[in-house]
Every structure is written in structure tokens, then in C-alpha cells.
């Protein structure tokens, strides 16, 4: 499942029990790799990869995020993670995330993560021309 | 290490290896790992704990969050959890956190989560009396 | 991805930064969460879930697992995951795992698990007639 | 905690919510992050580091390992992971492993993992002079 159209990326992830807490839900942490999934196959969706900018010398920290939990996922639920990108800046840029169990309309958790660049000496560098062109094409705006 | 004074709780905690990730650095998920850590220790500090709270039909799930990543931990950092509480409310209350490597001043991570309460079957609740008091006792303000 | 065939299940896994270690590769625990992913679409690929057998009252602990650690996955890397089930007994049955690199023969990882069947208060149980009877139908022996 | 003596060192462990399954128990992969902890402040408490280790251009990856899980340690369980050294190769060693509650004699899991000795490049590589001595002497036997 990997699919776009009004801005939102869409991959799928199946919870597994290691994701869950003994609360019965996904622990609070987890979510934040299910952005990553979601950001990793956005960018795969547009033609390059992560691991790409990484061999090209240039990494992506997340400098800041946010979550809000509105609603539990649970074990085996089959979740979909919507991700898009709402800013592009010389050194960094903004990625929204929603969570959605597969079907169902209602918000699971909603966030955000600010993405540093830098190279791989962790110093503030500009995206590479064609990274960055790649990602403003589909840069929503906030 | 568990010390209060200046509404910071202390508590300490050494990064494994399967705390960091390909990055060579602590995964930004794993911090909320540690701000949980922080929370517990807090609690327990001022004589009671999550668990038992738990056992008398209450949980506190975190509702919102947010990190502010300054500075990397790295694999075998002693660090040091500062948390603190800053909002006390009929049925939430607000967690600061802050992540030292331990004996130094930089600032390598910080944030806040605001835990609501609720009973057993997932809605929301009053803390139990006691509870409430205990933690307005350290409550610092915002 | 799931098919059946030599009596190997296969599911595919794509690595997370999350899953990896500061040694640059998968984090020697995270190969566990794989083969529960493993076990899981196996049995969902059975006509039935692993969920619903909880929801029938039973669930099946873990109670002795192996790994051996050929050659590391790494981050992005696109798995395979093969699950095969060789022993179906009363009250428990075993799992063995292999991990590949999706359309490489290298062998990465290999082990096995195997499971108890508890009821819910954790005592052990005998399987219930029609799942002993779906597992058996795929058993390989050992 | 960390003590000495009947050839087992002791490191203490509090169980986070975040270690714990929706089963209410330790997920099984968690104990492998436990018995890490173990190694590592075993080697500490021998005047050394697994970082250290690491700087002079070595590491110890596991190749191998096994687990049975014997009753299972819940949240907020303060555990204390027994670790001692039952093998010194000229390329490998062997660590085993012991999980109890603190205070209690119930053994929770018990394991062992085999580690390699490598260079930075992957290839076998035999321990640094000094370090294999340092792990010779607390070494208990099979």
C-alpha cells in the first residue's frame, strides 16, 4: 500500500504484540516508528530513498516532534500511517503524520517531526538540489 | 539516584545498545522510554507508584507530547532524567522532562507529556484523592 | 507477500532505523519481533489469527527460543521472513525461522520458538480441536 | 547493584511499562535487552568496558543464543539479571544468563548467548591481550 493524492502518503503496518504495552495498547514511544515508516516510504514513493541521502554523506535527525494520542491501536490492528510534507526550508523540513486503524474514519494519533540536515559530520548543511526539489514537488504548505 | 530539591527529580539510567540505532546515536523514540522512567521514579519518590495507583482501577495514558532534541546520547551514557510536574489538574496533570549525560551541563533532550486519568474502562476520571494531593505537593508550576 | 509451498510461510519486513544498533545493523533482540511477525502471518494465513485465539481465551507463551546470527540485516533492508511449523503437540508446538534478504539465498538468521497453549488464567491448556487440527495440516516435522 | 562472588555479577533492572507486552508480561525479546545490561556491567565491574572495547577497534556481536522462559516478570518488577562467563576462546566467549525478582528465588528466564570477537571490518579477530586475561579470570567453566 503506498499511495498519494491529496498530499497524503499512505503506508500500511500491521501492530505486532512486541508493539503493544501491558496496558493492552501500542506504547506511547511506538508510534514515533510508525512515522518513521511513514516518512521513509514517502520518500521511497517519490522516486529516491533514505538510504540514499545517507550514502550520498547527509543525514536527517529529528530535531523536534509532537504526538497526540487520540484513540488506542491494539494488537494486530492493520493501521494506516498518512504522512506529508508541510515545509521545506534550506536545512530542514516538516513532516505531518496521521494514524488511522484500516477502514475506520476515526484519528488514532496525530503529530508532527521537525528533520534537521546535516552531513555526516552532524553540521547543518542544505539539502543536495535534487533531494530538495523532489520533496517542495510535494510540499503541502502548513 | 533519586534526589529532589529544586522540583527536578533525579533519576539515572544507562543507554544500551539496543537503545541507539544505525545513526550511532540514541533513537528519538527511545527517549519517551526514558521520560516514563523519569515519571515512575517521580512517583515513587513521593511514596507511592504507578503500579499502585494501577491496582486501585486507575491509569494515567499520555494524551500529548512533545521532544526537543538538542544533542545526541550515545550507547553507554550514564544519563541523568530530570522530571518534574507542572500542572495538576482535575483529570490530567503535565510531566517536564530534561536528559543530562550525567556530570555535564548541555542539554540533550527535553519535553513535557500531559497524562490524563482515567478508570479501568478507558474514561476519564478523578484522581483518587490522595493521589491528587501528593502531586500538587510538588507541583511547580508553569 | 505470503505464500505456502515447501512448507515455509514467508512474509516480508522492510528494517527501520528503529530496529537497528549503533553497530550499524539490526539489534540482536529485534530478529524476535520478526519471527513473531513470522508466526503471526503464518497462522493468519491458515484462515484463522492469532487474535482471535485470544479472544477464544488462550494464548501461547513463548517458552524457549534460539537464534543463531549468521550475517547482520541492516537498515532498509527489504526481509523475508520464512515460518515453518515442525512439531504440533497438546499442549504446545514449535516454530523454526530463517531470514533472508528479499532475492538473496544467504542465510542471515535462523531459529525457532517454541509455544505453550495457556488458558487465560496461564495455566497450560490443550489446544482447541479445530486450531490443533489447522496447524497439524502444515507441519513439517522435524 | 553490582556484585561478585559465586562467579555470578548482579546488576539490578526496573521493568518499564515500555518492556511490557499487551499479555501484561515482558515481551519475550525484551529479555535479550536484560541480558545485555547483564554483560555489560559485568565487564564493567571488571575494570574495563564493552566501550572501551569498541575505541580499540573491537566488537563482541552474539551469534548465538537461547532463552526459556520459566515464569514471566511484569511491570514495575524489579529484576536482578545474573550474568557469568562460562567459556574464553581464542575468537568467542559464552555469558550466561539468570532473571530473577529481587528477594525472590523463582527462576524467571534463564539463556546464554555466544558473542565473536571481531574487527571493525566484520572478520574474526582474537581478543586484545589484556582483555581476554580480565574475562579468563571470572570465567566459571561450562
Known amino acids: ?11 500500511g503496518l500491521r501492530v505486532l504484540y512486541g508493539d503493544t504495552d501491558a496496558g493492552g495498547v501500542v506504547y506511547y514511544a511506538n508510534y514515533l516508528r510508525f512515522f518513521e515508516a511513514g516518512r521513509t ?7 529516491s530513498s533514505y538510504r540514499e541521502l545517507e550514502e550520498r554523506g547527509f543525514i536527517m535527525p529529528v530535531v523536534e516532534c509532537q ?6 491501536a491494539r494488537y494486530d490492528d492493520l493501521l494506516v500511517i498518512e504522512t506529508r510534507i508541510t515545509a521545506v526550508r534550506p536545512v530542514s523540513c516538516r513532516f505531518e503524520h496521521r494514524i488511522f486503524r484500516k477502514g475506520e474514519s476515526r484519528l488514532l494519533v496525530k503529530g508532527y517531526t521537525v528533520n534537521a540536515v546535516t552531513g555526516a559530520d552532524g553540521r547543518l548543511a542544505r539539502f543536495p538540489d535534487g533531494f530538495r526539489t523532489m520533496l517542495e514537488q510535494v510540499c503541502c504548505g502548513e
Request: glycine fraction near 12%; hydrophobic fraction near 30%.
Open 1 to 11: 500500500m503506498a499511495e498519494h493524492g491529496d498530499g497524503w502518503h499512505r503506508t
Open 41 to 47: 516510504e514517502l520518500i521511497r514513493s517519490l522516486g
Open 67 to 72: 504526538l497526540r494520542y487520540k484513540s488506542p
